[in-house]
């Protein structure tokens, strides 16, 4: 889209950016609900797995505001797939593999609607190694390893639906610091805090799956319900949620189990919409900004 960007610092590692303004200032939706997460900075990407996503959906310009002055820039609204239709089952397993950083992912999900009652479940999981290039070959601190579910179940009947979502994000991310051995331009690792002897990293450690010492761990629990009534000639539309992120960073080469970074961050949010149509009367709404019509 015209004016849609992302930046990404590694891989794995992506985020939103709308007419040259980021982070903050974009305000990333799960399905309408706001995800609350490492949102201010550009060394963590959005909590949520791809392959749960059906579509986006992308708003931007003035109508942006009645989200709030997160959404300065716009709004980034990622929406699950929809529910079956009633008395179908469907499952699907899907994998990808990339020569460059050996990325090995596998995502499978199983879903059905029996009687108006939805259910579905997806769970992923991506790693690789350290990605390449033809100036230094591997380059050390860039593998990582992601491990996602998530799932509903709900009602779909004559007055609308209501369903119930949760998810988990779990990533394992190396931290890449780029030091190098000033005779050979290999990489280098740190051992110790005082930090006064680097050994060069050793091939096989470059190419190797496991995540190296100094990494970064980010989870994050969303569980959320989605709900709409039909009302007449109108509809009420209830969408709440709680969140819990957590981001640690193990950054001392000799306590390896302890993070350098702890932070949690704990959400609730709410949103309600009133829609009436009536004999031509108007649409009226009730969001995160007031009444709107």
């Not at 709030?68 to 797939?81: H, K, L, Q, W």
């Not at 179908?88 to 596998?106: D, F, P, R």
């Amino acid at each position: 889209m015209p004016g849609v960007n992302a930046v990404t610092t590694g891989p794995n590692i992506s985020k939103p950016f709308i007419r040259g303004l980021g982070y903050n200032r974009v305000l990333t939706l799960m399905d309408g609900i706001r995800l609350e997460g490492q949102q201010w900075g550009d060394e963590h990407g959005i909590e949520i797995d791809e392959n749960s996503i059906s579509k986006v959906e992308v708003i931007k310009g003035p109508a942006s505001l009645i989200y709030g002055s997160d959404a300065m820039a716009g709004v980034v609204n990622m929406i699950p797939a929809p529910p079956l239709p009633y008395g179908t089952i469907k499952a699907n397993v899907i994998s990808e593999y990339q020569t460059n950083n050996g990325l090995i992912s596998t995502s499978a999900s199983l879903g059905g609607n029996e009687n108006g009652l939805s259910w579905g479940t997806i769970f992923s999981h991506k790693q690789a190694t350290n990605y390449q290039n033809k100036i230094d070959g591997r380059v050390y601190g860039t593998a990582f390893s992601e491990t996602d579910g998530s799932g509903f179940i709900g009602l779909n009947r004559n007055w609308g639906y209501s369903h119930l979502n949760f998810s988990v994000f779990t990533d394992l991310q190396e931290i890449p610091d780029g030091s190098r051995d000033s005779a050979t331009r290999q990489f280098t690792k740190q051992i110790t805090e005082l930090d006064t002897f680097r050994p060069i990293v050793p091939t096989n450690e470059l190419n190797s799956y496991a995540i190296s010492p100094l990494h970064q761990l980010v989870q994050h629990y969303n569980i959320y319900s989605s709900n709409n009534f039909i009302l007449g000639q109108g509809r009420l539309t209830v969408k709440a949620g709680l969140q819990e992120n957590i981001c640690r960073e193990f950054s001392h080469p000799e306590y390896t189990d302890v993070p350098g970074l702890y932070l949690v961050l704990r959400t609730s949010a709410m949103t309600l919409n009133i829609t009436c149509l009536n004999s031509g009367v108007g649409k009226f709404q009730w969001g995160p900004m007031g009444w709107r019509s």
